[in-house]
């Protein structure tokens, strides 16, 4: 076989020369190719269902200096909020009223949200909304602090490991964050229970091809449940400021090759995708992403949540149009992975 999609397709692997062949092709066919086949694997396991997530973004205080990340503590520009314990209890309940069954509770990592007031939270977003699924995604935190959020009813957990190669994470993130302490949070998550998410960005600086080669083989040996990828956007306010971003191209063939090396994964046509290029999250569904996450976080505070500029602030008819735009449907339910 020489086509290194066909391969892909039919064995989920690829060796490192056949990945970093497939990645830097600039063929049209083989573009087109993966499209079709990551198109086929994700009706095959998931029909032609797109789940909704509601993201509830509930603090952009963060104690950690992420380069790239324009709510880094660092940045003395950026305004900070956090939601109240009823308030972000009321945005779940109006997310519920209008059929969301997944919740994805995502901020900086915040001390404001100890294990007791995170525990209480979840607890009540469960009794007031039978039936949801809670995805958290916060960051590092203790062991003991993912059972306690586990045992208080949280399902899901989304952790980006950013990069696999370690001296990629080190350029990205201060010298106090340690790689394989955020790949130990991801295997902690797993043994708890959760359902994982792992993930990186697209067109980071200095990332290279074999960076992303050991991305690839970092998530085919975590083997998560869901996968987060999309395109670096340079945030004003950082040292990454003068980078150029990531593109749609590299995003979606990536994303095309996560569908076909992890099928039934669990994967969002992400709001970086959907910001870049009016037509980003259409081309990821189009190309094996079967979930998008409209923002559901009450409008004041949306503006400040700002990873990185420009961010899409897309209302939910919009989403809704795109995904049935691109032949798909719209489900509501709490989509478990299926496995
Ligand atoms: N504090 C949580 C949530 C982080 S925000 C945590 O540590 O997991 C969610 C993701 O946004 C990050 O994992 C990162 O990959 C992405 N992100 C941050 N800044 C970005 C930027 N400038 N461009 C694109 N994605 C960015």
Redesign the pocket.
């Known amino acids: 076989m020489n086509n290194p999609v066909d391969k892909l397709y039919n064995t989920k692997n690829l060796t490192d020369d056949e990945l970093r062949e497939l990645i830097t092709s600039d063929n049209a066919e083989t573009a087109e190719t993966l499209r079709i086949c990551a198109d086929s694997v994700r009706q095959k396991h998931y029909g032609k269902k797109v789940f909704l997530r509601g993201l509830i973004e509930i603090s952009s205080f963060?104690r950690?200096d992420?380069l790239?990340?324009?709510?880094r503590c660092s940045n003395k520009s950026a305004e900070r909020f956090r939601l109240t314990e009823d308030k972000i209890i009321g945005c779940a309940e109006s997310g519920y009223k209008k059929g969301f069954r997944t919740f994805v509770l995502?901020?900086?990592?915040d001390n404001y949200y100890t294990d007791e007031r995170m525990c209480r939270i979840i607890t009540q977003i469960k009794e007031k909304c039978p039936d949801c699924a809670v995805t958290l995604?916060?960051?590092?935190r203790t062991p003991e602090s993912y059972k306690l959020m586990k045992q208080a009813g949280a399902d899901r957990y989304?952790?980006?490991h950013?990069s696999a190669d370690n001296g990629l994470y080190q350029k990205l993130h201060p010298p106090k964050m340690i790689l394989d302490k955020r790949i130990n949070c991801l295997y902690n998550l797993k043994e708890e229970g959760y359902q994982v998410g792992a993930?990186?960005?697209v067109g980071?600086p200095f990332q290279t091809v074999d960076n992303i080669i050991a991305d690839l083989r970092f998530l085919q040996n975590l083997n998560p449940h869901m996968v987060?990828i999309?395109?670096?956007?340079?945030?004003r306010a950082?040292p990454?400021s003068g980078f150029a971003?990531?593109t749609v191209e590299l995003t979606v063939r990536l994303l095309g090759i996560i569908r076909l090396m992890l099928p039934e994964v669990l994967l969002p046509a992400?709001t970086?995708l959907g910001t870049i290029s009016p037509n980003g999250r259409i081309l990821g569904l189009q190309t094996g992403c079967n979930v998008v996450m409209p923002n559901i976080s009450p409008s004041d505070s949306r503006k400040k949540y700002e990873?990185?500029n420009n961010k899409s602030t897309e209302e939910l008819s919009n989403i809704i149009a795109d995904i049935e735009r691109a032949g798909y449907e719209v489900s509501m339910e709490r989509g478990d992975c299926i496995r």
């Open positions: 963060c950690n992420c790239y990340c324009g709510i995502q901020g900086g990592e995604s916060l960051g590092e989304l952790l980006r950013e993930g990186f960005m980071a987060g999309g395109p670096f956007v340079p945030h950082t990454f971003g990531g992400t970086a990873l990185y």
